[in-house]
């Protein structure tokens, strides 16, 4: 995806988006994700300026809303296309059963995620890039804008292989500890499914108890039911034992350390989160990271 392009106004630039969204761009570490992050935001405030009106624009090919493979995407709550410019045909069609190749319920979730009171948040799916039929991995940024009428509507626009961030991460974990509070061991189940929201490009949810002992490896199954307490890196760190220490005082941490990527042997520099969850009878530790190579 080329640089998107944005036209603003000097005073769209002097008001801080930090105070109006609930991810705050100071948070990312990438450009493009706050690039992003921007053109969605200056989306919704057009749609809360002049509503419907907006919509002609952001289909007007070469233009700063929609060009090459870079374009703004507005639903209803209820799930109606309004604008898709990549193929004006598809609009009038509701979304909600939209679902990407893993069998992964992006429509639904497009949809719960404006819904919710911060009325903003990220989706991770596979999905072809236009033109081509092989699908790569795709980010898209949702937030939620009021019409002038009143009417809510979702905006959205996404791009292909983003770099991870840390954000994404700690979206991940707590998605997956909000799952474990809510439905205890069974959700464990729920995250191996290939079609579940805890799988991001190389970056997989895993999770172990107080005592080093893995529950959970979507990525490598077959170190669950395994003590890793006193596994080491290639480096020699003991890098579970770590967190294990970091946690008995600490609520989350990062930690660095060499590990394959899904589906390798050589290990490479990984960065992972990982935080504590304290559930009825038994502690646990729910991780995610991401490779620095």
Known sequence: MKKIRLVCALTFFLVPFTSCLAYDLADYQYEETRELVRFVVEAVEEIERVGKEAFPEFRKEESKWFHDDSYIFVWGLDGLRYVYPPDVSGEGKNMLTLKDISGRPIGRTFVQIARQPSGEGWVHYQWPRPGESNPTWKSTFIKRAMAPSGKDYLVGSGD?????????????????????????????????????????????????????????????????????????????????????????????????????????????????????????DITLIVGAGYYLD
Do not use: H
Request: proline fraction near 4%.
């Open 160 to 280: 292909y292989d983003m770099k991870c961030e840390k954000v994404f991460l700690i979206d991940l974990v707590n998605k997956a500890v909000s799952l474990l509070e809510e439905k205890g061991p069974e959700a464990l189940e729920e995250m191996r499914l290939q079609s579940s929201e805890f799988i991001l490009m190389d970056s997989y949810i895993f999770i172990k108890d107080d005592e080093g002992n893995e529950l959970l490896n979507i990525a490598f199954p077959e170190l669950e039911g395994t003590n890793l307490a006193n596994k080491q890196d290639s480096n020699g760190k003991y890098f579970v034992r770590e967190v294990l220490t970091t946690l008995r005082t600490e609520d989350d941490c990062w930690i660095e350390y060499m590990w394959p990527k899904p589906g390798q042997t050589e290990p490479s520099r990984k960065l992972s989160y990982e935080k504590k969850v304290l559930l009825a």
